[in-house]
């Protein structure tokens, strides 16, 4: 078994490029900035419980990691980039703890390193059980309208809500609810001295209207891009800005 994904091939001496979405996304949310970066290879990928992935049910990190690992091979992608968002940046940290010799190098947009310590995680984890059930017992919708009230999405304007709950609101919610509690951050192991070791060539984009993910991009040995204009969904608010810092950081680093 593979994760679903679609696939634009590139230059072949330049890396690929696989992109991770967030939760309740699918393997469009990257394309607007990814089409400007034409002469790379690109994968966009539906996680588990997600897009044409949606059958897919996963226990843990380890398990998403594999079947990243096994996409990969299924693609023959020998070099690559990881970019990752929010759900996609914390699957794409861990699996760069793992250190695996074809990652070139590490991209995250508003991703966490982990909780640093249990009562941190005792309440992610009931919070995110909360959600689950709704999720399993609820409409999307229903859900979604509540969910886009977080404080990390402060930033949205109620047009931008309203469209975000319409978007998601074609998920599965049942699938959704298996995905957040297997990938919960009360589940994910705290990254930051893996990282701090690692050697893979790392970079961090945050909103400058994200002052949560700001502040724990400064926690990190991590060189930062603030996006203007942007919360914390900066690709989909300004795709644009986000791609030309994308092409920036490959431009300079490969």
């Known amino acids: 078994m593979i994760l679903q994904g679609t696939a634009c091939k590139g230059q072949a001496d330049k890396p690929w490029l696989v ?3 967030g939760f309740s996304g699918d393997c469009q949310e990257w394309q607007l900035s990814g089409e400007r970066l034409s002469e790379y290879s690109r994968l966009y990928l539906d996680l588990p ?3 044409k992935s949606a059958h897919i049910r ?3 990190f380890s398990d998403v990691n594999t079947l990243l690992n096994r996409t990969l091979v299924s693609y023959n992608i020998l070099k690559y980039w990881l970019v990752g968002y929010s759900l996609g940046g914390r699957i794409a940290l861990y699996h760069a703890c793992q250190r695996p010799e074809a990652l070139q190098g590490l991209i995250v947009e508003g ?3 982990g909780l640093c310590n249990e009562h941190e995680r005792a309440n992610r984890r009931a919070s995110d059980a909360q959600w689950a059930v ?3 017992r609820e409409t999307p919708g229903r859900v979604f309208t509540d969910w886009y009230q977080q404080p990390v999405f402060a930033s949205l304007t109620p047009a931008q809500r309203q469209q975000l709950v319409a978007l998601r609101s074609r998920n599965n919610g049942p699938a959704l609810a298996a995905m957040l509690q297997a990938t919960s951050l009360a589940e ?3 990254l930051r001295a893996e990282l701090a070791r ?3 060539p790392f970079f961090y ?6 002052g949560k993910f700001r502040d724990l991009a400064r926690q990190l040995s991590v060189r930062r891009h603030e996006i203007p204009h942007a919360g914390h969904n900066a690709h989909r608010e300004n795709p644009v800005a986000v791609a030309e810092c994308l092409a920036q950081i490959l431009r300079l680093s490969i």
């Open 134 to 136: 709704r999720f399993c």
């Open 205 to 210: 984009m945050y909103g400058e209207q994200d």
């Open 19 to 21: 992109f991770l979405h």
């Open 111 to 113: 991703a966490h390193p």
């Open 49 to 51: 419980g997600h897009g």
């Open 58 to 60: 996963v226990r843990d």
């Open 188 to 190: 994910q192991p705290d």
């Open 198 to 200: 690692s050697a893979i």
